[in-house]
């Protein structure tokens, strides 16, 4: 069974590299949640935001959202979302956009989703050829 889990691991983790080197810019998100509750609020505000971005024209962006083991030992940042954006430019129109500000600006008000504090970069790949 753990050979089997290693596999999985091994398999998310070399697609990830592999969709983060065709990536322009990642942003990365790291905080935490509260409980259980907070995490279905938050996955389910990153669903519809991913949504959105595929409304507004920019499928091939899109957030994605992982979580350490329940057993990490880890007391701090145990959640991270990553933002993939195909290019300066589109990071920016996504951003800037009237819908996606809108959207942001109601996550505020409900709280539904909004992180407290949070560690955040914005990662540019470098090529490597």
Same mark, same amino acid.
């Given at each position: 069974? %753990?050979?089997?889990? =290693? ?18 810019? +990642? ?15 938050? =996955?389910?505000?990153? %669903?519809?935001?991913?949504? =959105? ?27 991270? +979302?990553?933002?993939? $954006? ?16 809108? $959207? ?23 090529? =490597?050829?």
């Amino acid at each position: 069974m %753990k050979k089997i889990i =290693l596999f999985l691991f091994l398999g998310i983790v070399g697609f990830q590299l592999t969709t983060s080197a065709q990536t322009k810019i +990642t942003s990365v998100h790291l905080f935490d949640l509260k409980d259980a509750k907070e995490e279905k609020n938050y =996955l389910e505000n990153m %669903k519809s935001l991913n949504a =959105l971005i595929k409304e507004i024209g920019y499928s091939n962006n899109y957030y994605s959202f992982s979580k350490v083991k329940e057993d990490d030992k880890s007391t701090i940042n145990r959640y991270c +979302t990553m933002g993939h $954006w195909a290019s300066e430019e589109a990071y920016k129109a996504i951003h800037e956009n009237a819908k996606f500000k809108a $959207w942001v600006e109601a996550d505020k008000k409900n709280g539904a989703g909004t992180v407290r504090e949070e560690i955040y970069r914005r990662l540019y790949t470098i090529d =490597l050829k």
